[in-house]
């Protein structure tokens, strides 16, 4: 018969019996009382010792795992606190009246503000002046859109549709950048002194996109304007003449097209070589565009040819002393290096409304009839084209 003879037994048996009193355990019955405790046998009591035993291992193990399961827990937290602040993108909760509740340290770098003091600031504050209308109609639609889906699809684990919008934001140094923005609409699980019970907030991702828009600026600086002159270029021009068109007729006014040539370039072209002819062209249109009224354009449609489009005359010779100041400033000599250059110019006119309805091709091309008759009757002067196919000498 083996009897528990360590002061540890000693101690695990006076923890046994009084456990056996409060809750038995293993061979004893539910039923124990102090007379059949003492009846227990060494082996008996040897027995229940080994099931505490066992039984308190099994805590152990338990508490292990437990411990092991909040220690991956808080790993897997603050791994996720690392991923939201260091995402490439910005991170922000908004509350339904644009109060900040969360913001990642993406969304505070590009602010150029440490993430504590932008928390519980107003995101307007950081919008610019001229897009916080944008940003107002922005934020109405996603509130319109928690009103439509109510709460069914937050029963159901789902979200709407995240909402676009590209709008300027500002730096606390008063640099600006473009950001596009995709919010959609959540309820926010906790307690928040900005909140109320059950609040909507808005879920915001934003990303910098300036230099794509400085892209699509390039791209369409080049779709519509000249690379040499930086004036409009033919695609342009066609554009604004249907506009200057349509308001002309609108307000009852008259419009004047000017089909420009330059008298002599490609001499200039021949002797002084492309480059130089390049210089001589740059030069001639910042003169001829600084004779023209805000409102008016100056087109390059190719070559030395230039188109002007004069606009809100009241009468045909209203146009008169912008045509001579054209005149006058694509004859004025330009000196590039040591070579002092001079061309003239010849001015086709054509006006519009017309008699007959004619489009802006039609205009353009009477403008270049017009000119080409300059050209034959000794240039560097302007004709008004006459529908009857007769030019009308002006100057």
Not at 66 to 92: K, N, Q, S, T
Not at 182 to 189: G, K, L
Not at 280 to 299: C, E, H, P, S, V
């Amino acid at each position: 018969m083996l009897i528990p003879s360590s002061n540890a037994e000693q101690t695990l048996r006076q923890q046994a019996e009084m456990d056996i009193r409060n809750k038995p355990i293993g061979l004893l019955a539910a039923s124990a009382t102090d007379a059949n405790i003492a009846a227990l046998t060494p082996a008996e009591i040897l027995q229940v010792i080994h099931e505490l035993r066992v039984h308190q291992i099994e805590l152990m193990m338990q508490n292990d795992n437990l411990r092991h399961a909040h220690e991956e827990l808080d790993l897997v937290r603050a791994r996720y606190f690392d991923l939201y602040d260091r995402a490439p993108i910005g991170y922000c909760t908004l509350s339904e009246t644009g109060i900040i509740l969360e913001i990642n340290q993406t969304a505070a770098l590009m602010l150029g503000v440490s993430k504590g003091a932008l928390v519980e600031q107003s995101f307007t504050r950081f919008v610019c002046k001229e897009d916080q209308d944008r940003f107002y109609l922005y934020r109405k639609q996603l509130a319109n859109n928690a009103a439509t889906i109510q709460s069914d699809l937050f029963k159901r684990g789902l979200s709407e549709t995240p909402q676009r919008c590209e709008l300027r934001m500002v730096k606390v140094d008063g640099t600006l950048f473009w950001v596009c923005l995709e919010a959609s609409v959540d309820q926010y699980p906790l307690l928040n002194p900005w909140l109320n019970p059950g609040a909507f907030v808005h879920r915001i991702v934003f990303s910098d996109i300036s230099m794509l828009k400085e892209y699509q600026h390039q791209l369409e600086h080049i779709a519509y304007y000249d690379l040499l002159t930086t004036l409009p270029n033919r695609v342009l021009l066609a554009d604004r003449l249907v506009q200057d068109m349509a308001q002309t007729e609108r307000h009852g006014q008259r419009l004047a097209l000017a089909y420009l040539d330059l008298d002599g370039f490609k001499a200039i072209n021949d002797t002084h070589g492309h480059n130089v002819g390049d210089q001589f062209l740059i030069a001639i249109a910042a003169r001829m565009k600084q004779m023209l009224r805000q409102g008016d354009t100056l087109a390059r449609i190719g070559g030395d040819e230039f188109v002007a489009v004069l606009v809100d005359l009241t009468m045909e010779k209203d146009c008169v002393p912008m045509l001579s100041r054209l005149l006058a400033a694509a004859s004025q000599p330009v000196l590039l290096g040591d070579a002092v250059l001079q061309v003239s110019a010849s001015i086709g006119v054509t006006f519009y409304p017309q008699a007959k309805r004619v489009d802006g091709d039609q205009l353009l091309r009477q403008a270049d009839q017009a000119m080409y008759r300059v050209k034959l009757t000794g240039k560097n002067h302007y004709r008004f084209f006459n529908p009857a196919q007769t030019a009308t000498p002006s100057h």
